[in-house]
């Protein structure tokens, strides 16, 4: 797609093309960084739970931090891998980065557990 400021890349706009691209991402994702798979599967049972239920504040709450999580995880494979890329050997600038950006997951690991566990508790009983 091209670039309005900078002037770069392809020209026109493809809608089709920007969600095949969300849709390549996530299969990337789910399918190599175990990370991202045991939350979504973890995920899904306790929003079909929340769903079968008719709870759907809980059902709405429980999406929004699994998209949170989600995309914390997929935020930080994106930028071990840039930093891979970049550098191969070890440079401790790059595992700075690295520790920054698992920081951010793990706080929203952190919210993620801590509303997943409420929600399972209120359901169970």
């Known amino acids: 797609m091209r670039h309005k400021f900078l002037g770069t890349g392809d020209p026109g706009y493809h809608p089709l093309r920007k ?3 969300v849709f390549s991402g996530l299969r ?3 399918l190599y960084d175990w990370s991202v798979t045991y939350k979504l599967v973890l995920s899904a049972l306790v929003l079909l739970t929340a769903f079968g239920l008719r709870a759907w504040v809980d059902f709405l709450l429980i999406l929004v931090v699994t998209a949170f999580v989600l995309v914390a995880e997929v935020f930080n494979s994106a930028i071990e891998a840039l930093c891979d890329f970049v550098e191969t050997q ?3 600038k790059i595992k700075v980065i690295k520790d920054i950006a698992a ?7 952190f919210v993620w557990v ?5 929600e399972l508790s209120r359901f169970l009983g």
Do not use: D
Not at 103 to 109: D, E, K, L, P, Q
């Open 28 to 30: 990337y994702a789910v």
């Open 114 to 118: 801590v509303v997943l566990c409420v």
């Open 90 to 92: 070890h440079n401790e």
């Open 103 to 109: 920081a951010g997951v793990g706080i929203s690991i």
């Open 19 to 21: 969600i095949a691209t």
